[in-house]
């Protein structure tokens, strides 16, 4: 098993930066990659980014692409996602996620964090 706890939310203005993280419990083949999701209000939860422990290439929303940056420290176990250029339509809650491929952590994850709320104002 493997627990997935995200940090960094919070709020922010209209074109500031935040950066969230997500550190796992611990690194297994069954949480080789891991993506970040967020889910609006009213809204279906979409996939933000993804990337690999070991394959670092990464993979992004439209929506985020130039704007947001997925990274992994592979010491601390943490993935971090920093976002900048904030729009008000990014608020959301943020979830982190994890499974044995990447293209199950993007369509099905095995494990999923509890989220944190990011609250862009106008």
């Known amino acids: 098993q493997v627990q997935l706890e995200e940090s960094g939310g919070g709020l922010a203005q209209a074109g500031g930066s935040l950066r969230l993280s997500c550190a796992a419990s611990r690194r297994t083949f069954s949480s080789e990659y891991m993506a970040w999701f967020r889910q609006a209000p009213g809204k279906q939860r979409e996939l933000v980014s993804a990337?690999?422990?070991?394959?670092?290439?990464?993979d992004y929303a439209d929506s985020v692409k130039g704007r947001f940056t997925a990274s992994v420290d592979n010491v601390k176990n943490t993935v971090y996602l920093q976002m900048n250029s904030l729009k008000p339509e990014d608020t959301a809650v943020y979830f982190c996620?994890?499974?044995?491929?990447?293209?199950?952590?993007?369509?099905?994850?095995?494990?999923w964090g509890q989220g944190t709320q990011v609250t862009v104002s106008s």
């Open positions: 990337i690999g422990w070991t394959d670092r290439s990464t």
């Open positions: 996620a994890a499974a044995n491929s990447r293209l199950a952590v993007m369509r099905s994850p095995h494990y």
